[in-house]
């Protein structure tokens, strides 16, 4: 599976961006998909996830009431919306797809394949 992130860009505290996440080749369908980040000098930190079996998604805490993480399996691409975006949500946005059962969906080891990301800049 190819995946291909796009719609970072900069913007300002208290603003919004839209992230996606297009899938080529592969069963993209079959599985689980995340989105991380990973800060200058920061590890890589879980974002969302849409669960395949369920459709549930999960998210951060950091980030829960403000961004919406959606699916669409027809176009095989993942939505990462953004609101209210603050200074310290910056960073590379990845998309990954994996087959993590539930409680491990927010570990990056549990993903397979990656996208190369995406750059989210948010000034104050």
């Known amino acids: 599976v190819q995946l291909q992130a796009s719609g970072g860009g900069l913007v300002q505290a208290g603003g919004s961006l839209s992230l996606s996440c297009s899938a080529s080749?592969?069963?993209?369908?079959?599985?689980?998909v995340g989105w991380f980040r990973q800060a200058p000098g920061k590890e890589r930190e879980f974002v969302a996830a849409i669960a395949l079996s369920s459709g549930r998604v999960y998210y951060a805490d950091s980030v829960k009431g403000r961004f919406t993480m959606s699916r669409d399996a027809t176009k095989r691409t993942v939505y990462l919306q953004m609101k209210d975006l603050k200074p310290e949500d910056t960073g590379v946005y990845y998309c990954?797809?994996?087959?993590?059962?539930?409680?491990?969906?927010?570990?990056?080891?549990?993903?397979?394949?990656w996208g190369q990301g995406t750059q989210v800049t948010v000034s104050s």
């Open positions: 990954a797809v994996g087959r993590a059962v539930l409680s491990s969906l927010r570990y990056a080891d549990q993903y397979y394949y």
């Open positions: 080749g592969g069963t993209f369908n079959s599985y689980n």
